[in-house]
Antibody, heavy 123, light 108 residues
Framework: EVQLVESGGGLVQPGGSLRLSCAAS????????ITWARQAPGKGLEWVAN????????NYVDSVKGRFTISRDNAKNSLYLQMNSLRAEDTAVYYC????????????????WGQGTLVTVSS | EIVLTQSPGTLSLSPGERATLSCRPS???????LAWYQQKPGQAPRLLIY???SRATGIPDRFSGSGSGTDFTLTISRLEPEDFAVYYC?????????FGGGTKVEIK
C-alpha cells in the first residue's frame, strides 16, 4: 500500500524557518518524481515544488523561489522541504504527493497524497 | 500560466442525481493533460481522472471525464452519499502546474 506521511509543521513567526519531511513507503520511491503542494485554510490547491527521481532537477512556484528548497534522500525514502523567510501567506496545509510523469517536469499529475502537515506563520 | 476556471462554484443536488462539473482553461491544454481530484473535509485530495478521461485505479465507473482544449467536464452519473465533496481540476501540460478553484457538490 502506498503511504506518504508528512511531518514537521507547526507555528512559526514571520521570517522564521521550518523543515518539512515526507516519509514514503509501499512503492519504489527512487523511481518517482515527488511534489509538494499546499492548501491555505478554506482555499484551493497550489503546486509548490517538485523534484526528479535522482534529485537532479527541482522546480518551484515563483512565490517560493529563493526561500524554499526541496530535497530528497532515496536511501531513506524521504522528501524534504526547507522553508526560510516564511510569510503569513505561506500558512497552509502542506501535502507531499507521488507524481506521475508524462512528459517531464511540467507534465505531472498526482496519484497518491499524504494527509498533510499544517504550517502556520503568525506572530 | 494557465488559469483553470471551474463552474459552478457550488452544485446542490440530491443522491441519485447526475452531476456535471466544468473546467475551462484560459489556454488550450496540451494533449488532454487534465486531471480531476476529489477532496472531502479534513482529507487529502484523491485522484479520480487523468488524461481528461481515464479513471484512476479503484474509481467507480459512475465517474467520467471528457473534453479537450479549453473545455473539460467531470460527470458523476448517479450521486452516492460519499460523492458529496469538493472537486478540483488540474492541468499538467504547461508550467507552472495549476489547479482550478474547485466545485463543491453539496446535498440539496
Amino acid at each position: 500500500e502506498v503511504q506518504l506521511v508528512e511531518s514537521g509543521g507547526g507555528l512559526v513567526q514571520p521570517g522564521g524557518s521550518l523543515r518539512l519531511s515526507c516519509a514514503a513507503s509501499g512503492f519504489t520511491f527512487s523511481t518517482y518524481w515527488i511534489t509538494w503542494a499546499r492548501q491555505a485554510p478554506g482555499k484551493g490547491l497550489e503546486w509548490v515544488a517538485n523534484i526528479k527521481q535522482d534529485g537532479s532537477e527541482k522546480n518551484y512556484v515563483d512565490s517560493v523561489k529563493g526561500r524554499f528548497t526541496i530535497s530528497r534522500d532515496n536511501a531513506k525514502n524521504s522528501l524534504y522541504l526547507q522553508m526560510n523567510s516564511l510569510r503569513a501567506e505561506d500558512t497552509a496545509v502542506y501535502y507531499c504527493a507521488r507524481s506521475v510523469e508524462v512528459c517531464g517536469h511540467r507534465c505531472l499529475y498526482f496519484d497518491y497524497w499524504g494527509q498533510g502537515t499544517l504550517v502556520t506563520v503568525s506572530s | 500560466e494557465i488559469v483553470l476556471t471551474q463552474s459552478p462554484g457550488t452544485l446542490s443536488l440530491s443522491p441519485g442525481e447526475r452531476a456535471t462539473l466544468s473546467c475551462r482553461p484560459s489556454q488550450s491544454v496540451s494533449s488532454t493533460y487534465l486531471a480531476w481530484y476529489q477532496q472531502k473535509p479534513g482529507q487529502a485530495p484523491r485522484l479520480l481522472i487523468y488524461g481528461a478521461s481515464s479513471r484512476a485505479t479503484g474509481i467507480p465507473d459512475r465517474f467520467s471525464g471528457s473534453g479537450s482544449g479549453t473545455d473539460f467536464t467531470l460527470t458523476i452519473s448517479r450521486l452516492e452519499p460519499e460523492d458529496f465533496a469538493v472537486y478540483y481540476c488540474q492541468q499538467y501540460g504547461s508550467s507552472p502546474l495549476t489547479f482550478g478553484g474547485g466545485t463543491k457538490v453539496e446535498i440539496k
